[in-house]
């Protein structure tokens, strides 16, 4: 089980980026997926995540509006549209499989691990 985040990069303020986790080793259909984030000394939060069936979603207080969750099940790839991006959303970003309902998300992998991260810095 391979769960690969990619497309982070250094935006500032106010710019756009959209984040790609690539899974593989398991039945990609089945399975919610959920996007962390872990700034330098702070705990790993979850920030969104969505469904197998792509019914459900769920989004943290702070990137509500902002952020946008999405899958392609074809490609087995979640991805994460970020727009108006803001200092504090500077993090390492992860995908993990978690359960996912409108009211919350898991907090630890269901399958596999974290993988990888992606850098996403916001500076002027």
């Known amino acids: 089980v391979q769960l690969q985040a990619s497309g982070g990069g250094l935006m500032q303020p106010g710019g756009s980026l959209r984040l790609s986790c690539a899974a593989s080793?398991?039945?990609?259909?089945?399975?919610?997926i959920g996007w962390f984030r872990q700034a330098p000394g702070k705990e790993r939060e979850g920030v969104s995540c969505?469904?197998?069936?792509?019914?459900?979603?769920y989004y943290e207080e702070s990137v509500k509006g902002r952020f946008t969750i999405s899958r392609n099940n074809a490609k087995n790839t979640v991805y994460l549209q970020m727009n108006n991006l803001k200092p504090e959303d500077t993090a390492v970003y992860y995908c993990?499989?978690?359960?996912?309902?409108?009211?919350?998300?898991?907090?630890?992998?269901?399958?596999?691990?974290w993988g990888q991260g992606t850098q996403v810095t916001v500076s002027s």
């Open positions: 993990a499989v978690v359960p996912c309902d409108p009211q919350g998300m898991g907090t630890i992998p269901g399958i596999g691990s």
């Open positions: 080793g398991f039945t990609f259909d089945y399975y919610a």
């Open positions: 969505m469904n197998f069936a792509s019914r459900h979603t």
